[in-house]
C-alpha cells in the first residue's frame, strides 16, 4: 500500500498516526486510541480541544459573514480590537494569522519608526536561544544556535545578545539601533523566565536611549503564564505586544498590539487577504470571553501550584533537575534522562508531553485542565520515569 503520508512535505519527524477527533485534554485517532494532551497543539487550545464556545462562535459566524476582505471593517474585528486595547493598555490592533506573521509586522513596524522617529535606526536587539517564528525576518531574528547555517543570507539588522544580561544589551545598542525584542518567558528555549528585574532594565534603557520595548508574547499571552499578559505581572509596560497561539483557541488568529507613540504604518505599508476576517475574530472573542470571566485565573493559578507541585514531588524522587515557569508553561530538568526519548515512551503510553530541549520537559496543557487530568498526567509520567530511570 501507498504511504498515504508521502503526499505531505516532510517537515518533522511525525507518528505514523492520523488524529481525527479531540475533547477537552483529549485527543483521539482513527483506530479510537486515546491521548491525555499536555501540548494542546503547541499551547494553542486555550481552552482544550473543540471548546463548545469556540465552535459555537465560529459556527455562528460562518453563517452571518466569513470574510468581506481587508479592506473593510468587520463587527467582530472592531469589537475585538477594542477588547484587547482595554484588557492590554496598548492601543492599536493590527491582527495576523500565525505569530510569525505578527512578528514580522512588529519588525516591520520598528523599522517605520526607526526612519521616522530615529535617523533611519534600523537594527533590533534579540536574545541568543530566542524564538519568534520561520519567516526569513522572523529566523533572522530568532536565537536558535539551529537556523545559524539555515536559508542563507538571512535578513539583516539583528543584534544577538545573552539573555538576562543587561550590560550586554546595553553595549549593543548603536545609533542604529530602534527596538529591543525578546519573549518575556523563552518559551522553546525551554521556559527559562527573563525575570522582572531583567524586563524592568529593559524597559529603562529603551526610554532612556529612546528605543521600542517589543515583547514577544505569541507563547506566553491569552492567560498561558497566570494572567492575561505575562508582562502585567512583571511591572512593565511594552510599547509593543506580539500575540498568536492562545489567542483563537487554536483558531490561527494572530495580533501585533502597539502604543499609539509606536503606531506610524501608513496606507501600503501593511496588511493581508485573510487578516482580521470575522471568522478568526468571532473565535478570539469567545476565548476572550472565557478566560476574562471571573475566577478562571484562579483556577489556572491552582492548576499550576498542583502542576509544579507534583512535578518537584517526581523530580525529588526521581533524582531530576529544577521545575520552572508560570501560570501553565511549566518545565522539568530531566537531569540524566533523555527527554526526547521520555516523550516518545509517553506518546507509546497515551500521554502528550513535548521535550524543547534533549533534557527538558515543558508541559503546557489547557488552561482549563482539571484537577484529576493534572493527576492522571503526573501519575502516567511517574509510571514512565519509573522504567526510564
Ligand atoms: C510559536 C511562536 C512563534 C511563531 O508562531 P507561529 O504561529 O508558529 O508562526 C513566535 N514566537 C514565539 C515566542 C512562539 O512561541
Redesign the pocket.
Known sequence: MQNPYSALMQIAARPETTFVRGEGSYLYDDRDNVWLDFVQG?AVNTLGHCPGVVSDAICAQSRRLINPGPAFYNAPAVKLANRLAALSGLDQTFFAN????A?EGAIKLARKWGQKHRNGAWKIVTFHNG????TLA?MSATGKPAFEPLFNPKVPGFTKVPYGDLAAVEHSIDDETVAILL?PIQ??AGVIPAGSAFLQGLRQLADRQGLLLML?E??TGIGRTGSLFCYQHQGIEPDVVTL??GLGGGIPI?ALMAKTSACCFEYGDQGGTFNGNPLVCAAALAVLDAVTAPGFMDRVQARSEQLVAGLEALSLRFGLGKVRGEGLLVALETGAVDAAALARAAFDAGLLINAPRPHTLRLMPALNVSEAEVDRMLTLLGGLLERQV
Open positions: 503547541w500565525s505569530g510569525a506573521e512578528n524564538f519568534h517564528g520561520r522572523t519573549e518559551g522553546e514577544d505569541v507563547q498568536g497561539k494572530a
